[in-house]
């Protein structure tokens, strides 16, 4: 029986595989720290095996800032930690799919490679836009210097720095850069092949954004750098301009796969439809058919009905051949006007549009997708104050959702979640558009000022904010449409990022002298229960953490059978044995057991030969 690891992937070994796979000639032994040999990559080889001549090592086109490779490092470097679920802060914590994560999302991202690995449709994330008094989290890739982190700013309990990003700071960019640079590193594996990432974004750092989205997600995967018209009215007070908007950069994870949500048409659209002629075909509006581009075939008169000979304007041709010309003039998709005497104009029916819906455009006016001040009295009105600054709209985030083109059971995630103003939107777009889409929700618990008018209203953290907005307005939501919310998910499941589960034994018994040993009776830690276990093997065996799972009691031990068989596990100490073969007989595709389920290395042995003889298929762990 095989140990499950309890720490996330290590991404650096996952990616030498891949390059193992790709050039097998540029791969070749190291030594670790300890004096281990490891796989490693040939760099320079692999240099010459993607360029057809030696390329320049002093020059080369690249985006690069201080404490860039160990961003890179830092995104790739495995880490011990586990997601612990909180039922009593959840809502409809059995039948929900939906998650609200809180912690760093740099350990969130982590620990969700392995169980949502290309299953996320829609990222949308609004990071801190580093105006100098942005909260930046607490990365350590840029404190090698100790004098440096000292003179910058707190530390937390655990010794991490934690400081605002001010002008003072000697980092001012690089500090930013590192911080969303391994964000994303991590936030591409999770996206689905026909995916896309949202950024919201302003000037302070959109220029280098962009170029590191272009690195991680490749160039060619660039869509759009959106325009959202977030102010309504001019600042009066502002010292050279009234700055009335903000980006959001919108990236596909494969632009050849990815389809764009179109946006419905409008009255104002259709009103350019019209039918002056009764065309059977319906409603049309017509095009000019000239054109720059000048080519002789396309330069001819045409005669009009009323017998006015018309030419080409002046340095320019016909969009059609003459004999092309002749075709639509039969089929009547030639117009000249309700005279007859005007020059001629081809018929576009609306019915003929080659999309259903309009195309959208790169500047999102306020009157159509809301404004910040919109977006901070939805929440204000929601939460009876104003509690939070800069919630971004319900009508923008329902915008984004369009051009994202989401299926039925699509996952959103949002990795700086704030108000969750993504899950609120994702609950009213599921009901505006009788769908099942799920939402991942993930929030650094940072602290609110005592002072603030969110603090003096119990809110100690914006993880509470967030979690009480997705309450109250899937509640509002359900009021207010109560025909056909009935199968509407509101709910959510609360997971906290904290310690493994497992005590420091389990992973470096051999730091231990024998006599030490006692003191670990149980490689797991005292005040965790049977759920925070079994949502780390979750993780572990890469299982997404919104399924359904029951609990039953069989003799005197608890059975937990998740997603109908998934992964069955049992915690109890000194399970029987006809507990296993009753666990065997349910064919699950995975079980699990702790290892003081077993009095002895022989009931271990003896479990492996009842799961081999009754149900061969599963996969089974000790922890």
């Not at 449709?121 to 090698?144: A, L, V």
């Not at 022989?602 to 009754?614: C, L, P």
Request: charged content about 30%.
């Amino acid at each position: 029986m095989n140990k499950p690891k309890f720490e996330t992937p290590d991404m650096t070994q996952k990616n030498i595989d891949k390059i193992s796979q790709l050039f097998p000639n540029c791969i070749t032994e190291t030594k670790d720290e300890n004096g281990n040999l490891k796989k490693a990559v040939n760099f320079e080889l692999l240099q010459q095996m993607l360029s057809d001549e030696i390329a320049d090592k002093d020059e080369a086109y690249e985006f690069t800032w201080v404490g860039k490779n160990a961003a890179i490092v830092e995104a790739n470097k495995p880490i011990r930690k586990t997601l612990r679920p909180y039922k009593e802060e959840s809502v409809n914590w059995d039948t929900t799919e939906n998650l609200y994560i809180e912690g760093d999302n740099l350990e969130v991202l982590k620990l969700l490679q392995e169980s949502y690995l290309g299953k996320v449709k829609m990222i949308y994330i609004d990071p801190p836009y580093n105006t100098g008094n942005d909260f930046i989290y607490r990365d350590d890739f840029t404190s090698s210097n100790e004098e440096y982190a000292e003179e910058s700013g707190l530390f937390d309990d655990e010794g991490n720095r934690m400081f605002k990003n001010t002008d003072t700071n000697g980092r001012f960019h690089s500090d930013w850069c590192s911080m969303i640079y391994s964000r994303l590193l991590l936030a591409r594996n999770l996206l689905t092949d026909d995916g896309v990432i949202f950024i919201s974004i302003d000037d302070n750092e959109v220029e280098n954004l962009k170029k590191i989205c272009d690195e991680v997600f490749g160039a060619g995967n660039f869509i759009a750098q959106l325009i959202w018209e977030r102010a309504f009215s001019p600042k009066n007070d502002a010292r050279f301009i009234s700055n009335s908007h903000d980006y959001v950069l919108m990236i596909a994870k494969d632009i050849n796969t990815f389809v764009i949500g179109r946006l419905p048409r409008t009255e104002e659209a259709n009103a350019r439809y019209s039918n002056p002629d009764n065309d059977p075909r319906g409603v049309w509006m017509s095009s000019d058919i000239s054109v720059k581009t000048y080519n002789a075939e396309c330069d001819y008169p045409i005669t009009t009905p009323s017998g006015r000979v018309v030419e080409p304007p002046a340095g320019r041709c016909w969009s059609l051949s003459a004999k092309a010309f002749a075709e639509r003039l039969q089929d009547n998709r030639i117009w000249f006007g309700p005279d007859g005497n005007g020059t001629p104009r081809i018929k576009r029916f609306l019915s003929d549009l080659k999309h259903e819906g309009m195309a959208p455009t790169s500047i999102m006016f306020f009157k159509d997708v809301g404004h910040s001040q919109e977006g901070a009295q939805e929440v204000s009105k929601l939460l009876d104050g104003g509690f939070f600054s800069g919630p971004k709209p319900q009508r923008l985030m329902k915008r984004l959702l369009t051009l994202a083109n989401l299926k039925d059971d699509s996952i959103v995630l949002d990795f700086f979640s704030g108000s969750a103003s993504t899950g609120h939107a994702v609950m009213q777009f599921n009901i505006d558009n009788n769908s099942k889409r799920k939402f991942i929700m993930v929030q650094l618990p940072e602290l609110c000022d005592e002072k603030s008018e969110a603090y003096k209203a119990g809110y100690k953290n914006i993880c509470e904010i967030g979690k009480e907005r997705i309450r109250r307005a899937g509640k509002k939501i359900k009021e207010e449409n109560p025909l056909t919310t009935q199968d509407l998910d509101i709910g959510f499941r609360v997971l906290k990022v904290d310690d493994s589960n497992m005590k420091d034994v389990y992973y470096s018994a051999t730091e231990y002298e024998q006599g030490k040993l006692d003191m670990f009776e149980s490689n797991i830690k005292e005040d965790r229960n049977d759920l925070d276990l079994l949502f780390g093997c979750l993780l572990d065996w890469g299982l997404p953490l919104s399924l359904p799972y029951t609990s039953e009691t069989i003799g005197k031990f608890t059975v937990h059978t998740y997603n109908k068989g998934d992964l069955v596990a049992c915690f109890n100490e000194d399970v029987s044995e006809e507990v296993v073969k009753e666990i065997a007989r349910k064919k699950p595709l995975r079980a699990v057991f702790r290892d003081s389920s077993f009095s002895n290395s022989a009931s271990k042995i003896n479990v492996f030969e009842i799961f081999k003889m009754i149900s061969p298929e599963t996969s089974v762990k000790v922890i």
